[in-house]
Structure formats: C-alpha cells, structure tokens
C-alpha cells in the first residue's frame, strides 16, 4: 500500500509482485485508482501501520529462534524441528512476551478496523 500508484495496475511496480492484487483493485473501492483520486487516506495509513506490526513479529521470532531453548519432546513428540516448541528465559523471555503481545494486539485492532 505504501507504493500506491506503482504498485497498481498500470504502475512501474505492478508486475510480477502486485498483478495478484489486481483483484482487490476490482472488486473494492478502497483499492482503486478512485480511492486515489478522491484522496482517501485510509490504504496509506493500512500500509503504514503493516510496516511497524511486521517488525514487531519479526523481532519476536528473531528473541524466540536466537535466544530461546529447545523443549524436549514429550510423550507422543514428533522430534525437533523449526517448528517445535521452545522456551526463552530471563529478561529476552519478558521482552519477547511484551514484543509478541504488541504485535498481536497490532493485528487483533487492525483486524477489527477492517471489518468494520
């Protein structure tokens, strides 16, 4: 969204990346070039509060796999993999839980927004 009007039909950016978003060009008038043309604001501040909740899930997954410990499989465990469960102790554990929370409540108010 922040590279509205490349990024849209017609734009220097649209192919290969942005054609899938085509779609949502036609069918929602949010995404159109009308939007544009009568300065709604609305995609511009979506895109600009993507940037910082992407970051802010970035930085968890990157505490987690970098400062985190493996658990041990339990009963019934499927082994290691990227995917298993882990744990983060001491003071990246309490960031990771404060940066986690932030994001999710990032995307939880963004997700009612949208569907308002």
Not at 6 to 26: D, N
Not at 73 to 89: E, P
Request: glycine content about 12%; aromatic content about 14%.
């Amino acid at each position: 969204m922040l590279l509205r009007p490349w990024s849209m039909t017609g734009g220097s950016l649209h192919w290969p990346l942005w054609v899938p978003c085509e779609l949502y060009m036609q069918t929602d008038y949010i995404y159109s070039w009308q939007a544009i043309e009568e300065k709604n604001g609305f995609t511009a501040a979506q895109g600009a509060m993507n940037v910082p909740e992407t970051l802010l899930h970035i930085c968890y997954l990157y505490l987690v796999y970098s400062k985190g410990v493996q658990l041990k499989a339990g009963r019934g465990g499927a082994g290691s993999n990227f995917l298993s469960r882990r744990y983060v102790a001491g003071r990246p554990g309490a960031l990771a839980v404060v940066v986690g929370f932030a994001a999710a409540i990032m995307t939880f108010s963004k997700t009612v927004l949208y569907g308002w």
